[in-house]
C-alpha cells in the first residue's frame, strides 16, 4: 500500500465540497492532497518516512487565489513607508522627516496606507505638507484606496505637473482654487503621470520585488494569485520566474 509523505490528524478540515464539507484527516503524498476523510482511513496510510501530524482540532483551509493583486506594487511596498497607522498629516510629515534623514538628497520617498478620515486635520495631505517633511527628497504617498496620492513639489516637477498640465481622461489634478497651482493631490487616471515620472527599475530589481510578493503570499496562505500586470518587463519577469 502507497505510503504518504504526511499525514494530517485529528483536524477541523473545511473542503469546500458541499457533498462532504467537512473531515478530520488529510494525507499528501508527494505534495499532492490523495486522501481528505477519516481519521481511521488516513492512519493506514502512515508508514515508516511518513510525517504525522497531530492539528488538536485546529482548522485546515484550502489554499486562497487572490483574485486581484499587483504583484509587483505589492512587492514594492514592502520597502515604503507603511502609513496605515497615522492618525495626523503631523504624524505622517514626522515619518517622511525620519526617512528623508536616511536616504541621499533627490532620493524618491513612496508611502502608503494613509487615510484622511483618521487625521486629526480631517482633510487630506497636501504638497506643501509634505514640502516640509522632506525639502529635499521628491515624495509620493498613497490613500490607503490606492486610487489617491499626494506629491510633494520635487516630484510634482520630476512629473512636469504644473498650472497647465491637462489631467488624462478619468483623472483629476486637485487645484488651489486661488491660484489655479497643483495641491498635490492626484486622483484616478491622473496617478499615471506620476508613475510615469518614477525612476525606471531594472529586470532585476523587479525579480526582486515579485519574487518578495510571492513569498509574502505564500506565508499568507495563498496558492494562486490573478496577477494583475503593470508593464511588458514585468511580463518578461514572470517567465523567468517560471522557468
Same mark, same amino acid.
Given at each position: 500500500m502507497l505510503s504518504a509523505t504526511l499525514v494530517l490528524l485529528n483536524g477541523k478540515v473545511y473542503t469546500l465540497n458541499r457533498e462532504k464539507p467537512k473531515a478530520q484527516a488529510v494525507a499528501i503524498f508527494d505534495k499532492k492532497i490523495v486522501y481528505v476523510g477519516e481519521n481511521?482511513? @488516513?492512519?493506514?496510510?502512515? #508508514? !515508516?518516512?511518513t510525517k504525522v501530524i497531530d492539528l488538536d482540532r485546529?482548522?485546515?483551509?484550502?489554499?486562497?487565489?487572490?483574485?486581484?493583486?499587483?504583484? @509587483? #506594487?505589492? /512587492?514594492r511596498s514592502f520597502s515604503a513607508l507603511n502609513l496605515r497607522n497615522v492618525t495626523s498629516i503631523a504624524q505622517l510629515k514626522e515619518l517622511i522627516t525620519e526617512k528623508s534623514q536616511q536616504?541621499? !538628497?533627490g532620493t524618491w520617498i513612496l508611502g502608503s496606507g494613509w487615510d484622511q478620515e483618521k487625521f486629526d486635520e480631517k482633510r487630506l495631505p497636501t504638497r506643501w505638507d509634505l514640502?516640509?517633511?522632506a525639502p529635499n527628497n521628491p515624495v509620493v504617498v498613497f490613500r490607503v484606496c490606492t486610487h489617491i496620492c499626494v506629491a510633494s513639489t520635487k516630484a510634482l516637477e520630476k512629473a512636469e505637473? /504644473?498650472?497647465?498640465?491637462?489631467?488624462? +481622461? /478619468? /483623472?483629476?489634478?486637485? &487645484?488651489? +482654487?486661488?491660484? #489655479?497651482? !497643483?495641491? #498635490?493631490?492626484l486622483r484616478e487616471n491622473a496617478l499615471e503621470l506620476i508613475f510615469d515620472a518614477f525612476p525606471k527599475a531594472s529586470v532585476e530589481e523587479i525579480f526582486?520585488?515579485?519574487?518578495? @510578493?510571492? &513569498?509574502? @503570499?505564500?506565508e499568507a496562505g495563498l496558492t494562486g494569485v490573478h496577477w494583475i500586470v503593470e508593464s511588458p518587463v514585468e511580463m518578461r519577469v514572470i517567465q523567468k520566474m517560471h522557468r
Amino acid at each position: 500500500m502507497l505510503s504518504a509523505t504526511l499525514v494530517l490528524l485529528n483536524g477541523k478540515v473545511y473542503t469546500l465540497n458541499r457533498e462532504k464539507p467537512k473531515a478530520q484527516a488529510v494525507a499528501i503524498f508527494d505534495k499532492k492532497i490523495v486522501y481528505v476523510g477519516e481519521n481511521s482511513e @488516513a492512519s493506514k496510510l502512515v #508508514g !515508516p518516512q511518513t510525517k504525522v501530524i497531530d492539528l488538536d482540532r485546529k482548522t485546515v483551509l484550502p489554499g486562497f487565489t487572490d483574485c486581484h493583486v499587483h504583484m @509587483a #506594487g505589492f /512587492g514594492r511596498s514592502f520597502s515604503a513607508l507603511n502609513l496605515r497607522n497615522v492618525t495626523s498629516i503631523a504624524q505622517l510629515k514626522e515619518l517622511i522627516t525620519e526617512k528623508s534623514q536616511q536616504l541621499p !538628497p533627490g532620493t524618491w520617498i513612496l508611502g502608503s496606507g494613509w487615510d484622511q478620515e483618521k487625521f486629526d486635520e480631517k482633510r487630506l495631505p497636501t504638497r506643501w505638507d509634505l514640502d516640509i517633511a522632506a525639502p529635499n527628497n521628491p515624495v509620493v504617498v498613497f490613500r490607503v484606496c490606492t486610487h489617491i496620492c499626494v506629491a510633494s513639489t520635487k516630484a510634482l516637477e520630476k512629473a512636469e505637473i /504644473g498650472r497647465d498640465t491637462v489631467a488624462p +481622461p /478619468g /483623472g483629476e489634478i486637485d &487645484r488651489d +482654487p486661488s491660484t #489655479g497651482e !497643483p495641491t #498635490g493631490i492626484l486622483r484616478e487616471n491622473a496617478l499615471e503621470l506620476i508613475f510615469d515620472a518614477f525612476p525606471k527599475a531594472s529586470v532585476e530589481e523587479i525579480f526582486q520585488v515579485c519574487l518578495a @510578493a510571492c &513569498r509574502k @503570499a505564500v506565508e499568507a496562505g495563498l496558492t494562486g494569485v490573478h496577477w494583475i500586470v503593470e508593464s511588458p518587463v514585468e511580463m518578461r519577469v514572470i517567465q523567468k520566474m517560471h522557468r
